[in-house]
C-alpha cells in the first residue's frame, strides 16, 4: 500500500506550499508553542480568564470606594461650611440687637451663655479675652463663640469699652 501512495503524483498548489511554510513541524530554532496548528485559528481570539476579571473587579471596587470616600468628604465640609455660614447670620443678628441702642457696648453679656433661636442645637458664650493693647484703650476684648454639637464653629472677637469697675479688677 506504501508504493502504491508513494507512486500518486503530488500536485502543490499556493495553498499547500503556504500551509506547509506556516505549519512546520517543532524544531530547535521553531519551539511548539510558537507553531500555529490547523485547529487554533489566528482570526479566533482568547477568552478572558478568571484571573483577569477578579483583577479587574479590583480595580473597579477600588475605584469605586476611592469616589465614595472623597463624596462623603465633600459632602461633610459642604455641611460644616452651610452650618457656619447659618452661625455666622445668626450671630450677625445677635450682635445687631446687642449693639442697638446708645449704650451698646455696655449691652454685651460677659460672661454669658445662651442659645442661637435660629439654629437648633447651637449654643454660643461670651468671655472676656485678656489684651494689653485693648486695656490701654480703656477697653476689653470679649471672644463670642458659637458651638454646635460641643464643637467650636465660630468666633468673633469684640472690643468692649469697659467702665470704672471693670477698669480696677483684674480681666481673666
Excluded: N
Excluded at 506504501?2 to 500518486?8: D, N
Excluded at 507553531?35 to 482568547?46: A, D, K, Q
Excluded at 445662651?114 to 449654643?123: F, I, V
Aim: a positive charge; glycine letters at 4%; charged letters at 25%.
Amino acid at each position: 500500500m506504501s508504493s502504491t501512495f508513494s507512486q500518486l503524483p503530488r500536485r502543490q498548489t499556493r495553498f499547500a506550499s503556504e500551509a506547509a511554510k506556516k505549519y512546520r513541524a517543532p524544531s530547535a530554532f521553531y519551539p511548539s508553542s510558537l507553531i500555529l496548528h490547523p485547529s487554533r485559528s489566528p482570526s479566533r481570539h482568547r477568552g478572558v480568564t478568571l484571573i483577569e476579571i477578579l483583577a479587574g473587579l479590583a480595580v473597579l471596587g477600588v475605584l469605586i470606594a476611592s469616589i465614595m470616600i472623597a463624596r462623603g468628604r465633600a459632602l461633610r465640609q459642604w455641611a460644616d461650611a452651610d452650618a457656619k455660614l447659618q452661625a455666622s447670620r445668626a450671630v450677625d443678628t445677635l450682635v445687631s440687637t446687642w449693639l442697638a441702642g446708645p449704650e451698646a457696648p455696655d449691652r454685651i453679656p460677659v460672661p454669658a451663655t445662651g442659645t442661637l433661636a435660629d439654629l437648633p442645637g447651637c449654643t454660643w458664650r461670651t468671655t472676656y479675652f485678656a489684651e494689653p493693647a485693648a486695656r490701654q484703650l480703656s477697653a476689653g476684648i470679649v471672644r463670642l463663640e458659637v458651638f454646635k454639637d460641643r464643637r467650636p464653629i465660630l468666633s468673633l472677637d469684640l472690643l468692649k469699652r469697659l467702665d470704672a469697675t471693670q477698669r480696677t479688677r483684674r480681666l481673666p
